[in-house]
């Protein structure tokens, strides 16, 4: 069954050792945040660094493994319809929306909607990493280390497909950031095989 994410918000569940979980850009241009947590010690968490270090590379995709901090593996991409996604990017948050776009009353962002979703989790805000952002488009200049934001290249029903390997929560988002998702917010959608 797929389930939807509105404009702006997020969610968190759990996904078994050996599920599969997609998430869906059904309307195209959407970055939505993942998270994962250990079920058995929520302190082992995804993990940008080890991921990166790992791959030796900024863009994953099919065959990439996502690592914790515990170097273990936590998911495997096993199917990807866009191939660029960012693992470098904090989840917006309202001091982003203050410091970069100015916000008098800013949102609360990825970073609020994923401190709620987790919460029943008894995951404490402190205890939020850099997201893997799916469908996130941060092209980077290879001779200065310099990064925009760019528009996601997903298009509508584009989808990328994690593994589980080991007892998971997962928090994820509709991203909540303008320049993230090419000026517009749209909905995010998942399902569990």
């Known amino acids: 069954m797929v389930e939807t994410i509105s404009p702006r918000s997020g969610t968190a569940f759990t996904l078994d050792r050996g599920q599969t979980l997609t998430v869906i850009d059904p309307e195209g241009r959407q970055v939505a945040d993942l998270l994962a947590y250990s079920r058995a010690d929520t302190r082992e968490v995804i993990s940008s660094g080890r991921t990166l270090d790992y791959a ?4 994953l ?5 996502l690592y914790s901090n515990r170097s273990t593996v936590m998911l495997d991409i096993i199917a990807d319809d866009v191939g660029r996604h ?5 989840p917006c948050s309202k001091e982003t929306f203050a410091i970069i776009y100015g916000d008098a009353d800013p949102h609360r962002g990825c970073f609020g ?3 709620a979703a987790l919460a029943p989790y008894g995951i ?5 990493p ?4 799916c469908f996130m488009n941060v092209p980077i200049d290879g001779s200065t280390g310099a990064f925009t934001v760019e528009p996601p290249l997903s298009r509508a029903g584009d989808t990328v497909t994690f593994r589980a390997e080991m007892d998971l929560i997962i928090g994820l988002t509709a ?3 303008l320049q993230s998702n090419g000026g517009a917010f749209k909905p995010i ?3 569990i095989d």
């Open 56 to 59: 030796s590379r900024l863009y």
């Open 61 to 65: 995709t099919t065959g990439d493994r």
């Open 86 to 90: 960012d693992f470098l990017l904090t």
């Open 113 to 115: 909607n994923l401190v």
């Open 124 to 128: 404490e805000p402190d205890a939020i």
């Open 130 to 133: 850099v997201a893997f952002n």
């Open 175 to 177: 991203c909540s950031a």
């Open 189 to 191: 959608q998942y399902r």
